[in-house]
């Protein structure tokens, strides 16, 4: 039979796929193997969290320059604000991105706890020789985790957004 599994857990995926479709907006690529083979194929792993983060900042900066090229140096800001001092710019980029720092490293965490538990609820026999109470309590961690990562990834984004603003002055 086939099972159409649709995730954003790198961990599970890689465990049980043997075909990957990837859907975007304009294409479909039907990819035959494994969700490693995949990412060698592409050399993009869509999944891995830390490098969608990466690429996403990346992608602001090149952004942030093409405007500050198009603005040219002497230009007023083109929304006429004044702007704050290079300093306390550069302060608050500061803080902002040791935010950023300390928010990717909350997630990371969060993502690597969620991906033990799963790993335990996948062990052979787990569910037959543990008691229900340990796997609801595991399960209610891997819940509240879950929660954590969604909170702390908008956290995250806005922070992410913030420290762009902050560097176009």
């Given at each position: 039979?086939?099972?159409?599994?649709?995730?954003?857990?790198?961990?599970?995926?890689?465990?049980?796929?043997?075909?990957?479709?990837?859907?975007?907006?304009?294409?479909?690529?039907?990819?035959?193997?494994?969700?490693?083979?995949?990412?060698?194929s592409s050399g993009d792993d869509h999944l891995d969290a830390d490098a969608v983060i990466l690429k996403a900042r990346r992608e602001k900066r090149q952004e942030r320059q093409e405007?500050?090229?198009?603005?040219?140096?002497?230009?007023?800001?083109?929304?006429?604000?004044?702007?704050?001092?290079?300093?306390?710019?550069?302060?608050?980029?500061?803080?902002?991105?040791?935010?950023?720092?300390?928010?990717?490293?909350?997630?990371?965490?969060?993502?690597?706890?969620?991906?033990?538990?799963?790993?335990?609820?996948?062990?052979?026999?787990?569910?037959?020789?543990?008691?229900?109470?340990?796997?609801?309590?595991?399960?209610?961690?891997?819940?509240?985790?879950?929660?954590?990562?969604?909170?702390?990834?908008?956290?995250?984004?806005?922070?992410?957004?913030?420290?762009?603003?902050?560097?176009?002055?």
């Amino acid at each position: 039979g086939t099972l159409i599994l649709v995730s954003h857990d790198r961990w599970f995926v890689s465990r049980l796929a043997n075909r990957i479709v990837e859907i975007t907006p304009g294409r479909i690529v039907d990819y035959g193997g494994s969700y490693e083979e995949y990412v060698h194929s592409s050399g993009d792993d869509h999944l891995d969290a830390d490098a969608v983060i990466l690429k996403a900042r990346r992608e602001k900066r090149q952004e942030r320059q093409e405007r500050r090229q198009e603005d040219g140096p002497g230009n007023k800001p083109r929304d006429g604000k004044v702007t704050t001092s290079e300093a306390e710019r550069r302060a608050l980029r500061r803080r902002l991105q040791e935010r950023l720092d300390e928010l990717t490293e909350r997630i990371h965490s969060a993502e690597s706890r969620i991906a033990d538990i799963d790993a335990t609820f996948c062990l052979p026999g787990y569910y037959d020789r543990t008691p229900p109470d340990e796997v609801a309590t595991l399960d209610q961690e891997r819940t509240g985790l879950k929660s954590d990562v969604e909170r702390l990834m908008g956290e995250w984004e806005d922070v992410e957004r913030r420290l762009g603003d902050a560097a176009e002055g």
